[in-house]
């Protein structure tokens, strides 16, 4: 793109407009060549023992990660819950009462999930680089169940009916929200 804005600027010092085109060709031709003739490195070849030592590094994540996944997805499902519980209260279909009710049954899931996370470790297989990468994922997923786990204490607590400073509905669908 550059090469091709360059063209039409030098376009206008050219005298003759075939000697521009000529050079415009030459130029083409080099870049052209230039690009073409250039191969990338080799990759460097992979012994049979670190090619088995891959393998078995892989399987040890696959096996790991199976049991991350379903955890993952228990957070996702108590996420699913807790904002199932506070659209219910926000269109009226549930009561203060009942709402936090629910959400002290999600904040229980949420506790267990963050509880799960804690004691799922990094496979003592692994080498010490897959070691290390998969502590810096668990530690960030600890982090957020952690969060998510006082995000919904957090409401749970504010939907108790005894803290509510107000008895319409919709204030009290505001206050939940904004927790």
């Given at each position: 793109a550059v090469g091709l804005l360059l063209l039409f600027f030098l376009r206008r010092y050219f005298p003759n407009r075939r000697i521009f085109f000529v050079?415009?060709?030459?130029i083409l031709a080099a870049a052209a060549f230039s690009f073409f003739s250039t191969e990338p490195p080799p990759r460097p070849a992979i012994s049979p023992e670190e090619r088995s030592h891959i393998i078995a590094q892989q399987q040890i994540i696959a096996t790991w990660y199976a049991d991350y996944q379903r955890l993952i997805e228990r957070l996702d499902h108590t996420w699913q819950q807790y904002h199932r519980v506070l659209s219910d209260f926000s269109e009226d279909i549930i009561d203060i009462?009942?709402?936090h009710e629910r959400l002290i049954a999600v904040e229980a899931m949420a506790a267990d999930g963050e509880a799960q996370i804690k004691r799922l470790a990094p496979p003592d297989a692994l080498d010490e680089a897959n070691h290390d990468l998969v502590a810096a994922i668990l530690k960030k997923t600890q982090t957020y169940a952690e969060a998510q786990h006082q995000?919904?204490?957090?409401?749970?607590l504010a939907a108790d009916p005894e803290r509510q400073t107000s008895t319409q509905q919709e204030e009290q669908s505001r206050q939940l929200r904004e927790r």
């Open positions: 050079f415009a060709a030459v009462e009942t709402t995000t919904i204490r957090l409401t749970a």
